[in-house]
């Protein structure tokens, strides 16, 4: 896990502020599927969003308050942006542009942005079904539990992070 990373779940967990500490990376494939084992032990919501995806937007209030919610249940909720994997922004730009979502939306848990060179291997790794969002929830065993594959309500996010602490 990139030390960026653990120091924002660090200061999460601790009870700090609701706030991440760290600015959004770059991960690719074998950086995500790290991320993913790294969290066991641990409940894991995984959302795959973007910036530029309305219905990925609308869900982040309700998925930041679960974040909030379920923290001290032990349940991480981390999000993988795929807005560098469209034609047109720049490296810079897209950790600039999910930087500033994640700034104006006080986002309280880590932001990634996938960098690959097409959506493929990540869809036939993690079995996702190419539009965003889908969020996939992991329990403590590092097995995947439920997922939803489209914007999600509060209530439905609020299953999800039952289902990962629960493990079923």
Not at 13 to 33: C, M
Not at 39 to 59: D, I, M, S
Not at 111 to 116: I, N, S
Request: charged share 20%.
């Amino acid at each position: 896990m990139t030390t960026a990373l653990v120091a924002a779940l660090i200061g999460c967990e601790q009870g700090g502020s609701t706030s991440v500490q760290t600015a959004p990376q770059f991960v690719d494939l074998a950086g995500l599927q790290a991320e993913i084992a790294a969290h066991r032990g641990r409940p894991l919501l995984l959302n795959f969003w973007a910036t530029w995806c309305p219905p990925c937007v609308a869900e982040m209030p309700d998925l930041a308050e679960v974040a909030k919610e379920f923290r001290g249940a032990g349940l991480t909720v981390v999000g993988v942006s795929y807005d560098f994997m469209v034609p047109g922004p720049t490296r810079d730009e897209a950790l600039q542009s999910v930087a500033a979502f994640q700034r104006q939306e006080s986002i309280p848990f880590p932001l990634l942005v996938f960098e690959g060179k097409d959506y493929q291997e990540i869809n036939a790794a993690l079995r996702l079904p190419g539009p965003v969002p889908v969020t996939l929830a992991f329990d403590a065993e590092g097995r995947e539990v439920a997922r939803l594959e489209s914007g999600a309500d509060l209530a439905g996010l609020r299953l999800l992070a039952r289902k990962a602490l629960d493990g079923h």
